[in-house]
């Protein structure tokens, strides 16, 4: 099982000011629709910008779901061995399920 952190996990280390870098792979016209402030590094490229993801501490990727993001964990720790990446589980739509009701599903 690959790791992964709760919407509300996610939450408390903003909330807590953990330093943690925050990575949407979704699309720019998806991150329009709801946006909850994660750089955006598309899926089609961040198997190619692993000089963009922090190595020296957590990364939480997530997407509209979690499944790509699901996905792309899985492929960095495979390509580059990367062991400090947690998919936020239920992804976009979890977020506006759990923690903001604002945030647009899509």
Do not use: H
């Not at 870098?21 to 402030?37: F, N, P, S, T, W």
């Not at 899926?43 to 957590?58: F, G, T, V, W």
């Not at 499944?67 to 960095?76: C, D, F, G, T, Y």
Request: aromatic fraction near 10%; charge should be negative.
């Amino acid at each position: 099982m690959f790791p992964e952190k709760t919407v509300t996990e996610v939450k408390e280390m903003i909330d807590n000011n953990i330093d943690f870098q925050l990575i949407d792979v979704r699309e720019q016209m998806e991150k329009d629709i709801a946006d909850i402030g994660g750089e955006l590094i598309p899926m089609n490229d961040i198997l190619y910008s692993e000089d963009r993801i922090s190595k020296d501490k957590p990364v939480v990727i997530y997407c509209r779901t979690g499944n790509r993001s699901l996905q792309v964990v899985m492929q960095l720790q495979t390509m580059y061995s990367f062991d400090n990446l947690y998919n936020m589980k239920g992804g976009i739509y979890a977020w506006s399920d759990e923690i903001d009701a604002s945030i647009t599903k899509y």
